[in-house]
């Protein structure tokens, strides 16, 4: 599995941006797709995460009613609308894909970066004030 997050920038405060994750052709139904996040000497965080073959999502609760994550089969491609952007929102976001646990919970699995075994390079958000 190979993905490619790309769509990040430099943003005021309050505005939107999408992100967007491409994912190879060899992907299955179960795969779970995940967004992640890491800032200056913070650790990476679960942002948020959706499974391929169903529209259950998990969010974080630190951007929980601001982003969105949502998938495009046809183009084998999930996004990440993110609204009212912050400054704290700042970070590196990378997506990550996770083939072995299709039966662990999102709420369970989705923080977890540990369960995902393959990831993109990522892509920079800045939110300036």
């Known amino acids: 599995v190979q993905l490619q997050a790309s769509g990040g920038g430099s943003v005021q405060s309050g505005e939107s941006l999408r992100i967007s994750c491409s994912v190879s052709?060899?992907?299955?139904?179960?795969?779970?797709i995940a967004w992640f996040r890491q800032a200056p000497g913070k650790e990476r965080e679960g942002v948020s995460c959706?499974?391929?073959?169903?529209?259950?999502?998990y969010t974080t609760d630190s951007v929980k009613g601001r982003f969105t994550i949502a998938k495009d089969n046809a183009k084998n491609t999930v996004y990440l609308q993110m609204t009212d952007l912050k400054p704290e929102d700042t970070a590196v976001y990378y997506c990550?894909?996770?083939?072995?646990?299709?039966?662990?919970?999102?709420?369970?699995?989705?923080?977890?970066?540990?369960?995902?075994?393959?990831w993109g390079q990522g892509t920079k958000v800045t939110v300036s004030s």
């Open positions: 959706m499974r391929l073959s169903d529209t259950y999502t």
């Open positions: 052709r060899d992907i299955r139904p179960w795969y779970t």
């Open positions: 990550a894909a996770d083939t072995d646990n299709e039966r662990v919970n999102l709420t369970i699995l989705c923080p977890n970066l540990h369960l995902f075994g393959h």
